[in-house]
């Protein structure tokens, strides 16, 4: 600390002499009324100890007795991201599955697409060979001719000849040539014929215009009784 009186405080009177006891303590009150500005450094406020920080012996303590516990919480981080892996390795083959189950119904649906435009065509192609069947089974039936109430067993042994002579003899049809049959048989198993009603007789004429002159034949004459 400075002193109050050093050589700039005390003057000297005008004859020479160091000032008196009186001049001394005036030169002390002027040096007290007007302090020189000194520089002092201000101490970094100390950290007071609260009784809730615990010593650093026990917090250290309190840490090693931790570790153990968040080792055990790492393991369980650690499988946790392992299941993680797992699942989403599932879920990209999952979405890799679907992906080739989609790009296939795609397929599909496109070849499904391209039948159901082509539908129209193959409905005007069904028509056209629903009437050409129409037509050849017209044309295949054309030489049938069916005999009704024929009894039972009346053709004998050959039911062709039974055929012919009932043309000519009954219905006195004159063919040129002797009529030729495709195939001359009765409709129906024979179980279900009965007296009353005897099965028909159905005739296949080689020549339709034949089974066409016996046709006009009965309906010109009628029924004939046998």
């Known amino acids: 600390?400075?002193?109050?009186?050093?050589?700039?405080?005390?003057?000297?009177?005008?004859?020479?002499?160091?000032?008196?006891?009186?001049?001394?303590?005036?030169?002390?009150?002027?040096?007290?009324?007007?302090?020189?500005?000194?520089?002092?450094?201000?101490?970094?406020?100390?950290?007071?100890?609260?009784?809730?920080?615990?010593?650093p012996l026990e917090a250290t303590d309190r840490i090693l007795q931790e570790i153990p516990s968040v080792g055990r919480r790492l393991e369980e981080i650690d499988l946790k991201i392992?299941?993680?892996?797992?699942?989403?390795?599932?879920?990209?083959?999952?979405?890799?599955?679907?992906?080739?189950?989609?790009?296939?119904?795609?397929?599909?649906?496109?070849?499904?697409?391209?039948?159901?435009?082509?539908?129209?065509?193959?409905?005007?192609?069904?028509?056209?060979?629903r009437a050409k069947i129409t037509d050849l089974e017209d044309r295949s039936r054309r030489g049938n001719v069916r005999f009704f109430g024929v009894p039972e067993q009346k053709e004998g042994s050959d039911i062709k000849d039974f055929i012919k002579s009932l043309l000519i003899d009954h219905f006195g049809i004159e063919f040129s040539p002797t009529?030729?049959?495709?195939?001359?048989?009765?409709?129906?198993?024979?179980?279900?014929?009965?007296?009353?009603?005897?099965?028909?007789?159905i005739a296949c004429f080689l020549c339709h215009e034949q089974a066409r002159q016996v046709i006009s034949a009965a309906k010109t004459q009628g029924p004939v009784s046998l």
Request: net charge positive.
């Open 82 to 129: 392992t299941d993680l892996t797992v699942a989403s390795s599932s879920i990209r083959t999952d979405i890799a599955s679907f992906r080739e189950t989609v790009n296939n119904l795609d397929q599909r649906l496109t070849t499904e697409e391209g039948q159901i435009a082509a539908i129209p065509d193959q409905e005007e192609e069904l028509r056209t060979l």
């Open 179 to 201: 009529p030729k049959f495709q195939r001359v048989h009765r409709i129906g198993p024979p179980h279900k014929a009965s007296a009353n009603k005897p099965r028909p007789i």
């Open 1 to 55: 600390m400075r002193p109050l009186l050093d050589s700039h405080t005390v003057r000297e009177m005008p004859n020479g002499k160091a000032a008196g006891k009186h001049s001394r303590q005036l030169l002390f009150s002027e040096a007290i009324a007007q302090p020189k500005t000194m520089t002092t450094q201000v101490a970094p406020p100390r950290h007071t100890p609260s009784s809730a920080d615990p010593p």
